[in-house]
């Protein structure tokens, strides 16, 4: 009998051998295993961080007394530009990235995402993207027309020069890295749960990923569509956003916002998620209102599509829209509400450990509840019309973004610190890291409420020594160093702690989610056995089955143990090997975008990158076939 042999897969002839080592720099630029993407993001956006905090820095020096010199108007526009776009698009949603990348498979029992190249993929081209963004510096001036880019500030006529178009272009790039995880994530999440976690069993921050991943797969095209519009206004002289040749400016305010609210809830609710898991474990007790925290987190994200005109109350919509926004944004204020109520609740008779992470944790609501009240003051139109484009805004900002989503992940980086890396973080020092955080935060922006409502326009290079706003300013810069130190301690703190290496058992906090079932740090499969789920906090009730029929009879001692990966065969276990290609494909898109600025030979040097990396890509096996020690 004759068989019939299959045909030979095609695959691109290779320009560079396939990485196969798990050590060394081949390791990291070709990885595709989740945690060692996690811990690039936390790295590269912790990076710009201390980036956009100089940048700060600097802004406060220039406002500290009035008529300062110390920096021109212009290198004061190019600041605050990147400064809110470094914190928003290259700091809180990498570093919630990171969490994603680190967090999400371990707590729902897969071994990787459902797309580790993909993966990959979002990694290099936020990279690349960043670095783009950031090269204006050095090619003739950074972007100058603040983070929201508005027009016509932001249009070729009154704006000449790269620096805007660098932004653009930048954002263009990050846009579709956010979408590539985004996507991943969602996919993940559905798919590849452990067998019996059911949606409603899943950990709260893997739900709150599921959300805002669902919101980045939704608003950043609308991103991307003002971005495509205002690189053609910028490049191409086309007037989407001109007003003398018949575009709108205000039309770029309504698409921005429109991705923008979004955007916010994007920023918090990871930090939602990390709060929510921080505070059972050391209050030692479950969750207050689980379903209650879900729904609220759904709602939020459901709702937050139909409040973006509350930042254009002062742009002239008429008093119609102004009310119906009014209204919407009141009403986003209840699951906000909801989630703080239900967090108080969970601590409530809990048996507290202050730890540092629970510290920051409580910071986080503390902190997020005042920002949160001074945010309902703008959805009133007409206190808003006084408000709006003064301090007080950025007060307000500040304690939801900084007050919230930085202080939640300062609370999970100690808290998932052990889990990481296996060892833990000096708690000592991390109290003192959250101490002088908290006093150098409240000293920052606190004064920026009443300055603000004293007048104080927002945006501006300096003031007059007559207005009565020094003491105000000169306390806010003085806070702004404390918080220097504060994050100076933080990485002080690292390298103290990688020296002495306290070393972390698999569960050292106690934990509820599966992610303290196995080893610190996690082998690289995650799970020698996927694990059964049978309950919401399913680690916990293993370990204590006696809760699950109310107060226990016998004394805690936990029946389950940490997962014994000494005698895993890894031969068995199935992951992919390493790959290249979404880093050139990385490279390749950012190299197209800087050809649009100015020439058409860097674009197609780019496209033909991002092309060659496709059809590799598409047509590499997941592994190679002659060796097997790498599954």
Do not use: C
Request: charged residues 10%; neutral net charge; proline residues 6%.
């Amino acid at each position: 009998m004759s068989t019939i042999s299959k045909p030979k897969q095609f695959q691109l002839p290779r320009i560079f051998p396939r990485p196969m080592s798990h050590y060394g720099i081949w390791s990291w630029l070709g990885t595709v295993d989740h945690k060692k993407i996690g811990t690039m993001y936390g790295i590269v956006s912790f990076f710009w961080f201390i980036m956009g905090g100089i940048e700060a820095l600097l802004i406060r020096v220039q406002l500290s007394h009035a008529e300062a010199e110390i920096i021109s108007p212009e290198l004061y526009n190019q600041l605050f530009t990147m400064h809110g776009t470094t914190m928003v698009f290259l700091v809180v949603m990498p570093l919630s990235a990171a969490f994603f990348n680190w967090l999400v498979p371990l707590q729902i029992g897969a071994r990787d995402v459902a797309f580790p190249r993909l993966n990959a993929l979002s990694l290099w081209v936020f990279i690349f993207g960043s670095i783009l963004m950031n090269i204006s510096w050095f090619t003739g001036g950074a972007p100058n027309g603040g983070w929201f880019g508005y027009p016509p500030n932001s249009t070729v006529q009154f704006n000449p020069g790269h620096g805007m178009t660098y932004w653009v272009m930048g954002l263009n790039v990050l846009g579709v890295a956010s979408i590539a995880a985004g996507l991943n994530f969602i996919v993940t999440i559905i798919n590849m749960r452990a067998p019996g976690m059911s949606l409603m069993k899943m950990p709260v921050f893997t739900w709150m990923t599921f959300i805002t991943s669902i919101l980045i797969v939704l608003a950043l095209p609308v991103l991307g569509v003002a971005g495509i519009q205002m690189t053609a206004d910028r490049v191409y002289g086309t007037n989407f956003f001109n007003s003398e040749a018949g575009g709108d400016p205000i039309f770029w305010q309504h698409i921005f916002w429109l991705f923008g609210h979004p955007e916010v809830y994007i920023l918090i609710l990871p930090a939602m998620g990390i709060v929510s898991e921080v505070l059972p474990t050391f209050s030692r007790k479950p969750l207050f209102g689980y379903s209650f925290i879900v729904f609220s987190g759904a709602g939020i994200g459901f709702m937050g599509w139909f409040v973006w005109s509350h930042h254009m109350f002062t742009v002239g919509l008429g008093p119609a829209a102004n009310t119906a926004f009014t209204i919407s944004t009141m009403f986003i204020a209840v699951p906000t509400g909801v989630k703080i109520f239900n967090w108080m609740a969970t601590l409530w008779g809990g048996s507290i450990r202050f730890t540092t992470s629970m510290l920051f944790s409580i910071g986080f609501i503390a902190m997020f509840t005042i920002g949160g009240l001074s945010g309902v003051t703008h959805a009133v139109s007409p206190s808003d019309a006084q408000q709006q484009d003064t301090y007080y805004i950025v007060a307000h900002f500040h304690y939801v973004l900084f007050g919230g989503a930085i202080f939640a992940i300062f609370s999970g980086l100690y808290f998932w610190w052990p889990k990481f890396f296996g060892y833990f973080l000096n708690d000592k020092i991390g109290k003192v890291n959250f101490i002088l955080m908290m006093i150098g935060f409240n000293l920052q922006f606190a004064p920026m409420h009443w300055v603000g409502l004293d007048g104080m326009p927002r945006r501006i290079y300096t003031y007059a020594d007559n207005m009565g706003w020094e003491a105000s300013n000169l306390a806010a810069t003085l806070g702004g160093f404390i918080i220097a130190v504060s994050v100076s301690l933080f990485i002080f703190n690292v390298i103290y702690s990688m020296k002495k290496r306290v070393v972390a058992s698999g569960d050292p906090w106690d934990g509820r989610t599966l992610e303290w079932s196995i080893s610190s740090p996690p082998p690289h499969y995650n799970f020698a056995k996927l694990p059964e789920v049978s309950h919401i906090d399913d680690w916990w009730y293993k370990k204590y089955p006696s809760l699950l029929e109310g107060s226990p009879k016998e004394s805690l001692e936990p029946k389950a143990k940490v997962e014994d990966t000494s005698k895993v065969n890894e031969d068995d276990i199935h992951l992919p090997d390493l790959s290249y290609y979404p880093l050139f494909i990385g490279i390749g898109l950012s190299i197209a975008a800087l050809g649009v600025m100015y020439t058409y030979a860097l674009v197609t040097i780019g496209l033909i990158l991002v092309f060659w990396g496709s059809i590799g890509w598409s047509t590499e096996p997941v592994n190679e076939p002659h060796d097997k020690s790498h599954h």
